[in-house]
């Protein structure tokens, strides 16, 4: 092997006479090319050459560990040897399985080349002996030719065996070449890959910076813009709400919307600014509302034909569809007054309808329940002879008994018209009366209410009143009619004062519920009521007065006026006249403590009545005076 070699010929020797010839060459001194440059060339001993192990390790450049970098490389970078260098030699050594020894070869434990020994210094003359400079370095020892050969072929035959394993070596460098060769090729697309990635990053920056900007100045537009647009731009959702959905809740909520818009539309419009968004959105905004109009005209018609069914409440109907999107009215009547007042118009027809044929049934059912007649033969003066009374119930007129039990009531149900068709105990004339006023005057009330909510936004108070005389005047007329065929007929004072106690009660019931404009029903009734009263009042003055006038100074006349079957003489109760009086007198009282007004005729029929009485009583005494003288 040529490092053997390489390494048997640098051994130094002993000195032989032909080396000190060989000392004494007149070539000059010069130094080594193969040697370093940072130490100087040692001297020639005997038998040494300049081409030594420490030489060639410190001018080696061959290193297994460095990276091979093929020519044409683009990658900018120089390979610098690591800071532990191996010299390429001992690596070799290492590879081919041989020991080698530091000092010769110039390597430390730590693997780091250095000079372990000094070279000899150099000859000042060298006797080359006519040889050439390759002979004399090649020169062997007569005295060891034998063992020269010996080390030769010895290398040699190494060489041989080891021959496979170099071709191995040289076969796994070229493989190496080859994979780094891959790997470069890799790198160098790799770094075409990243130089192409990081021109894509550059170009997203830029446009991410453009982005940024642009949204900077559209945040700034909108925040100057924003409010300006929201007033003039509806959400596709009120639009499709309004055109599509059903009528509710969120249908309300979607019409108030649409009004809050059309009210700032309208502002901006007659602004001075002229705003070109404005006119583009007033047209939608009017087709819009149209459409709206249109569904709640719908709505409303629906719900007034509703009214028309058979046994339906109108309070439900009011409650639950009328009152509950009583803004549909509004915004109607507020953007087509003239359609607001026909369905306005529409639903007055249709209650008054409603109100006339229900106390129309109300009052026949009413009409059914029996009634005690009080007529000229129940008067306080009259004859009680049981032929006068055969056609009627036992009853007493002039006694008020239980029937002040319902003025105590503090508040009462109006009787229902199947019940009232199938009773067929007989009442008094105040019965009939009070539950037929209970129900009006219940309705009455209840509709005013719904008047004053429903129609107040956009109707003034005198109009919401003559919407309920428009209502209420036939069932009024009807109330009034039945109130006079109860009265017209009776000579019962104490019913009939009775219903004027209870349309008083009724009047304060008005006051309270503030329903004023009713009063003019009670007022018509009380002026039923009350001539009525003064004539069955002037009836039993009048019948006292007859009886004295019956009365004479015979003692015959004075017997008329007892029972025949009773003893006058024995007898201490008063007169069956006086007893009368007294009841009927004890009933009128009881129904007037609560009036605390002299005005009423009450008081003046009382004075009356009493007077006759008193020329009753006194014509009668003047008679048992005469008849016991």
Not at 13 to 39: C, E, G, I
Not at 413 to 432: G, V
Not at 470 to 479: C, E, V, W
Not at 535 to 558: C, N, Y
């Amino acid at each position: 092997m040529w490092l053997e070699r390489l390494s048997g010929q640098s051994t130094p020797s002993a000195s032989t006479p032909t080396d000190q010839l060989r000392s004494h060459s007149p070539a000059p001194d010069r130094s080594s090319h193969l040697a370093p440059r940072t130490a100087p060339r040692p001297p020639y001993g005997p038998r040494t050459s300049s081409l030594g192990l420490a030489s060639q390790a410190n001018t080696s450049t061959l290193s297994f560990n460095s990276p091979k970098l093929p020519n044409g490389s683009s990658l900018k970078q120089q390979v610098a040897p690591p800071p532990v260098f191996v010299d390429p030699l001992h690596a070799l050594r290492d590879v081919l399985g041989q020991s080698s020894d530091p000092k010769i070869d110039g390597v430390n434990d730590t693997g780091v080349g250095a000079l372990v020994f000094k070279p000899s210094p150099l000859a000042e003359e060298v006797d080359f002996a006519g040889l050439s400079l390759h002979a004399f370095a090649g020169d062997v020892d007569p005295q060891e030719p034998k063992e020269a050969h010996r080390s030769a072929t010895q290398t040699d035959e190494e060489y041989e065996a080891e021959k496979d394993r170099f071709e191995d070596l040289h076969k796994s460098i070229l493989a190496c070449d080859d994979v780094l060769k891959s790997v470069q090729t890799s790198l160098m697309n790799f770094q075409q890959d990243l130089g192409a990635v990081s021109a894509e990053i550059e170009t997203l920056q830029s446009r991410s910076t453009a982005m940024e900007s642009r949204l900077e100045n559209r945040k700034v537009v909108e925040r100057l813009l924003g409010p300006a647009i929201e007033e003039v731009s509806i959400p596709p959702a009120v639009v499709t709400i309004i055109s599509e959905g059903p009528i509710d809740s969120s249908w309300i909520t979607a019409l108030e919307e649409l009004e809050r818009w059309s009210k700032i539309i309208d502002g901006n419009a007659k602004t001075s600014e002229k705003v070109i968004a404005t006119s583009d959105v007033k047209p939608l905004l009017d087709d819009l509302t149209n459409k709206a109009v249109e569904r709640i005209r719908d709505f409303l018609v629906s719900q007034i034909k509703a009214l028309r069914s058979p046994n339906i409440n109108a309070q439900i109907i009011q409650q639950q569809a009328f009152l509950r999107y009583k803004n549909l009215y509004t915004f109607l009547a507020r953007h087509h007054p003239v359609l607001g007042e026909e369905i306005g118009q529409a639903y007055i027809n249709t209650m008054r309808w409603y109100y006339l044929s229900n106390f129309t049934r109300y009052r026949q059912a009413l009409e059914k329940i029996p009634i005690f007649v009080v007529d000229k033969n129940d008067a306080i003066g009259a004859d009680q002879t049981p032929a006068n009374k055969a056609s009627q119930p036992n009853h007493d007129p002039l006694t008020l008994g239980r029937r002040i039990e319902v003025l105590k009531r503090p508040s009462q149900a109006a009787l229902p018209s199947h019940i009232a068709e199938d009773n067929k105990q007989t009442h008094y004339l105040e019965t009939p009366f009070l539950h037929f006023n209970l129900a009006l005057i219940d309705n009455a009330t209840a509709e005013y209410s719904f008047l004053a909510t429903f129609f107040s936004p956009t109707s003034t108070f005198h109009s919401i009143s003559r919407h309920f005389q428009q209502i209420f005047s036939p069932t009024f007329a009807l109330g009034h009619d039945f109130t006079k065929t109860l009265v017209e007929e009776s000579n019962d004072c104490l019913g009939i004062l009775f219903c004027v106690r209870l349309n008083q009660r009724f009047a304060f019931e008005l006051q309270r519920k503030k329903t004023p404009v009713a009063e003019g029903y009670i007022n018509g009734t009380n002026m039923l009521l009350w001539p009525r009263f003064q004539q069955a009042m002037d009836m039993h003055t009048d019948s006292i007065k007859r009886a004295t006038a019956a009365v004479s100074s015979a003692r015959g006349a004075a017997s008329a006026l007892t029972s025949p079957s009773s003893s006058s003489s024995q007898s201490t109760a008063p007169h069956k006249l006086t007893q009368r009086f007294g009841q009927f007198i004890q009933g009128i009282l009881a129904l007037s403590k609560d009036a605390g007004d002299d005005s009423e005729p009450v008081g003046n029929s009382l004075r009356r009545l009493r007077g006759e009485l008193e020329a009753f009583l006194l014509k009668m005494g003047k008679g048992f005076g005469g008849s016991g003288g």
